[in-house]
């Protein structure tokens, strides 16, 4: 460790104060950032809330030295200092934690520390660098398996990795952005607990980016809040309640609310018999013993990434051919065509839409259009009914609110919020009696999440029998009305909505129990 | 004088010609292996290896030494490879598209200027007769191994080692796999694949250099049966792992001596298909060890053809 920070000009030893005053960032005509000042004392951990699009990321790149602020100053230790790149950030001793993971997947460990120096020799002696490391984790609160591809870790261990990383580095103020969103609720108690640890001791000071009252008042000392890129509020947690800081967050603005759930009862529309296929690494088995969703209800799986949700998914949609068992919708066995998708009226929104549901450069009305465009009425088209699909596009785009330029735009040019609700639109258009669903709410703002929300709540209602599979347990809890853990491949707890416990879920999704 | 082994002969023919055949095929699926790893593909290694071959004959001809030819061939080589990483680094450059254009540019630019070196007798590279134990002619004659041969499994050892164990190893391994992360560690993707495909080209030309101043021995517009595309498929074959491209084309000069060795002991039937064994056997494999479920976990995170 002592020869990493020989190398560095003036390598501070003790947590750094940091402030920001009157920071504006300008894009064109667009004002991301405006006349921003928060200070984060030394040895201190702060929390920056905001929507997305608040200008969190914003500020934080400015900081780093990502971008060049229009104007406004930044001080680190009381100077004024002038940060022209991410290499003149690092070497004031300031380093980020991306929300994306910064490892290189198919090196191990210590071979991702060791290259992230800026002093790698030209050979490397891994003898002596092995005794560096082990010496290095000596001093840290926490363990990380160093000679395993980091892509075989999980995610709770890959982000701690990225934290050591960053301690290795020697830094001493440290941006978090987001660094509990792949974490299970035990993961990111453990993950903040440690940074809480050495905040306290005086080693580091944490600025963190968070949309999760509970990590806020948990660990934090204190706040701030940005809205549309001014700074909305902010204070000690302590005096502060999370009603205060939503209202801070989102302002005067009206949600949708979910819909009133209403009580149904209906047929079994899905049922998973002792279904049986490897995962994407071959390796593992997914296995789903039981799983019965029935019409209008809800049914939440719920899991940490890389559970076999995917997998699931992709069994459900017939992109994974199954070694056992059986797929029944309707009592009938399954096979996912286009024709029995439509004789059945199952309907997917799967994640990442724009990957997984559009053809990226087609335009938003071919894309809307793609469940009719080769039939109406239960008979087979031969020709393109362009009017009919500007007609039907036009009505969709304008009861979903998809914000798009034309109807004639590639959908890739649409954000991810927009790109959600169009093939929401076309998914939910016409008779559903299934749908599944995969991350509906993922990277999207409050208000785009509340109406996606209430869309499948309103479809539920009307007798769908919906399959929602989520890595955000809140979306799980607020829409579900039976609630099951995947953990390795399996279903491992299931309990009905209204009696959950979130301790209880969270053990089986970290699987311990 | 010829000592009659018979069957034994198929054995000891294959083995020879595994040593024979495989070394060009070790040389670029090395060089190949480490363009991938830095997250580039060039196909063009099938015509820079035929202008190795036509350049190196020609300036071993020139200057009556067979070394000669082969750095000029390296040289050339690298030029081709460093004009591949130049033009990717543009924008909205496919990789493959332009591997392409340069395998058919190169072996065209071969045959334009080998023209006048089909007639004339340039000098060998040296062997190394590893066979004097023996008595028979036979094993003699397999294990007449060329320095090349020897060199390039020294060389696929290298590179294995140099991948662990050294920053420049590192360096091509995280551009390869994640470009967003090379980017955060500062590292310059582009430089670093340009000199990856830089090198990767001058062994392809060694390659190249090998098959017209060694095996077969002379330079000629056929002189390459595909093997610069072959090496490439067998880069996929070996897992990107360079010792395993070294076993690989082992096992695929091996394969391309059966047909031959069938031959001289006396099996007429049908030995035109034992030629095909080489391509079959590198069919088969791919097959048996692809899978539609199941994702690469070895293959570098930037490939064009992975992503």
């Known amino acids: 460790m002592n020869h990493v920070l020989d190398k560095t000009p003036h390598p501070p030893t003790r947590a750094l104060s940091l402030e920001t005053l009157g920071m504006t960032m300008r894009f064109g005509n667009f004002t991301a950032l405006r006349d921003v000042s928060i200070k984060v004392p030394a040895g201190s951990f702060h929390v920056l809330l905001g929507e997305n699009g608040a200008g969190k990321s914003t500020l934080v790149k400015c900081i780093m030295g990502f971008y060049q602020p229009t104007s406004g100053q930044l001080t680190v230790d009381g100077r004024e200092v002038e940060v022209a790149h991410p290499r003149a950030a690092h070497d004031l001793g300031l380093g980020m934690v991306y929300q994306h993971f910064t490892l290189v997947p198919s090196l191990t460990a210590a071979e991702n520390l060791v290259i992230s120096r800026a002093d790698v020799p030209a050979k490397i002696n891994w003898a002596r660098e092995r005794e560096a490391l082990a010496a290095f984790m000596a001093t840290m609160p926490f363990q990380v398996p160093l000679d395993v591809p980091v892509g075989r870790l999980a995610a709770g261990e890959k982000q701690k990795l990225e934290l050591l990383k960053q301690l290795y580095l020697g830094r001493k103020f440290l941006i978090l952005d987001e660094p509990t969103s792949v974490l299970t609720p035990s993961e990111s108690d453990e993950l903040l607990g440690m940074v809480r640890g050495l905040t306290t001791s005086g080693d580091l000071t944490c600025l963190m980016i968070s949309h999760k009252f509970r990590e806020v008042t948990a660990f934090a000392d204190e706040v701030s809040v940005l809205r549309r890129g001014e700074y909305a509020g902010g204070g000690k947690v302590a005096d502060l309640s999370t009603a205060d800081m939503a209202a801070m967050m989102i302002g005067e603005k009206e949600l949708v609310r979910s819909a009133k759930r209403v009580e149904t009862s209906g047929n079994v529309v899905l049922e998973v018999k002792g279904a049986k296929a490897p995962d994407r690494s071959g390796f593992k088995t997914i296995e789903i013993g039981d799983l019965k969703v029935k019409a209008g209800e809800i049914v939440g799986i719920a899991g940490i990434s890389g559970n076999g949700q995917m997998e699931l998914m992709q069994m459900l949609a017939g992109q994974r051919p199954l070694d056992e068992g059986e797929i029944r919708v309707k009592d009938t066995p399954y096979k996912a065509t286009r024709t029995e998708a439509r004789k059945f009226n199952v309907r997917y929104l799967p994640e990442e839409p724009l990957k997984n549901a559009c053809a990226p450069k087609m335009t938003v009305a071919e894309n809307i259009f793609f469940r009719d465009f080769d039939a109406r009425g239960g008979k087979n088209q031969f020709w393109l009914d362009t009017r009919r699909m500007m007609a039907e596009a036009a009505r969709l785009v304008g009861e979903y609110k998809v914000k798009t330029a034309s109807l004639a735009s590639q959908i890739a040019s649409l954000s991810g919020g927009n790109v959600q609700r169009a093939v929401l639109a076309r998914e939910l258009t016409g008779e559903v009696d299934l749908l599944v669903i995969a991350n509906p709410c993922f990277g999207l703002d409050f208000s785009a999440v509340a109406e996606i929300r209430a869309r499948i709540m309103a479809a539920r209602n009307a007798g769908t029998a919906v399959l929602l599979i989520s890595e955000d347990l809140d979306e799980i809890l607020e829409l579900s009305d039976r609630i099951l853990v995947m953990s390795e491949g399996h279903i491992a707890y299931e309990t009905p909505a209204a009696s959950a416990e979130i301790g209880e879920i969270g053990k089986y999704m970290a699987g311990h129990h | 004088m010829t000592t009659d082994i018979g069957l034994w002969g198929v054995p000891l023919a294959i083995l020879g010609g595994a040593i024979r055949v495989s070394t060009p095929f070790i040389f670029v ?271 570098p995170g930037e490939l064009s053809i992975t992503k």
């Open chain 2, 29 to 299: 699926s090395v060089g190949e292996a480490l363009t991938e790893r830095s997250g580039r593909v060039n196909l063009g290694l099938e015509g820079t290896l035929v202008f190795g071959a036509m350049s190196g004959y020609a300036v071993a001809y020139q200057t009556n030494s067979a070394w000669i030819g082969l750095l000029a061939a390296a040289f050339f080589g690298m030029l081709f490879g460093l004009f591949h990483g130049w033009i990717c680094k543009l924008p909205k450059v496919n990789d493959i598209a332009l591997g392409i254009a340069l395998m058919i540019f190169g072996s065209g630019l071969a045959f334009f200027f080998g023209k006048p070196y089909i007639q004339p007798v340039a000098p060998h590279l040296p062997a190394i007769s590893l066979g004097w134990w023996s008595d028979v002619p036979q094993v003699q004659a397999a294990l007449r191994v060329n320095v090349l041969f020897i060199a390039g499994i020294a060389l696929a050892i290298a590179a294995s080692w140099m991948l662990k164990n050294t920053k420049v190893g590192l360096t091509i391994r995280v551009a390869g796999d994640s470009a967003d992360a090379a980017r955060a560690l500062g590292i310059d993707v582009n430089r670093v694949r340009l000199w990856s495909t830089a090198a990767g080209g001058a062994l392809a030309g060694i390659g190249g250099a090998y098959l017209s101043l060694y095996y077969p021995g002379s330079w000629n517009e056929g002189i390459s049966s595909g093997q610069g595309l072959m090496a490439v498929a067998l880069v996929i074959f070996a897992r990107w792992s360079p010792i395993n491209c070294a076993y690989a084309s082992l096992l695929f000069g091996g394969a391309g001596a059966l047909g031959p060795a069938l031959q001289s002991v006396g099996v007429t039937q049908g030995y035109y298909l034992f030629y095909a064994a080489p391509y079959v056997l590198t069919l088969g494999l791919l097959i048996a060890t692809s899978s539609t479920t199941r994702a690469m976990t070895s293959a």
